[in-house]
């Protein structure tokens, strides 16, 4: 009798359960059950610097970085790092050290000179951002950690920090939403 039910049971609801454990496979297949789809984008540094946003691309990362140090700061390089191979993937280190305020905001794009990652998949790097306080010659390095979803890279040219050239008299600005040191959107 035992039998019976079992195989009764089987009968009826056995293609519940094939169906259930098919679409888990097509869902792993897919990569829709893996834990790093539902991991939030992060961009942490230690103390000194808070990373405000960020966005990674196949060729470059961009930074916004706060100076949370209490002091002027000078910004020697910044190098982006696969933790799992060491490898140096970007950096950008300009011909003199960039200075940035007590609180201020800067957004830096690194120039990748390797690939942060394939597209729409999630990237896992390092960064290390060498700055010194008040006086540039006594150097200190911050870590940190990105973890973001890696976008296409649309023909992005690598900036250096430099002032970029000024607009033409009638050419307005493009809108920046206040951040300090930039225009802001007309009104």
């Not at 079992?6 to 897919?30: H, K, N, R």
């Not at 002091?71 to 993937?89: G, H, M, Q, R, Y």
């Not at 607009?167 to 930039?182: D, I, N, R, S």
Request: a negative charge; proline letters at 9%.
């Amino acid at each position: 009798m035992k039998g019976q039910a079992a195989f009764e049971f089987m009968m009826t609801y056995g293609w519940a359960i094939i169906a259930v454990l098919s679409l888990v496979g097509v869902l792993g297949y897919f990569g829709l059950l893996s834990p790093t789809a539902f991991l939030p984008e992060r961009c942490e540094i230690v103390v000194g610097f808070s990373c405000a946003d960020s966005q990674v691309t196949t060729n470059a990362v961009t930074l916004h970085l706060v100076n949370t140090l209490g002091e002027k700061a000078f910004i020697s390089k910044i190098e982006i790092v696969n933790p799992e191979t060491l490898d140096i993937l970007c950096t950008w280190q300009p011909p003199a050290a960039k200075e940035v305020r007590n609180g201020e905001r800067v957004e830096q794009q690194i120039p990748c000179t390797k690939a942060t990652g394939l597209p729409n998949a999630k990237a896992n790097l390092r960064m290390k951002i060498a700055y010194a306080k008040g006086v540039p010659e006594f150097a200190h390095t911050l870590t940190g950690v990105l973890y973001a979803r890696v976008g296409e890279s649309a023909g992005v040219e690598p900036s250096f920090g430099l002032p970029t050239e000024p607009k033409l008299p009638g050419e307005e600005a493009e809108p920046t939403f206040g951040l300090p040191g930039t225009p802001t959107a007309p009104q």
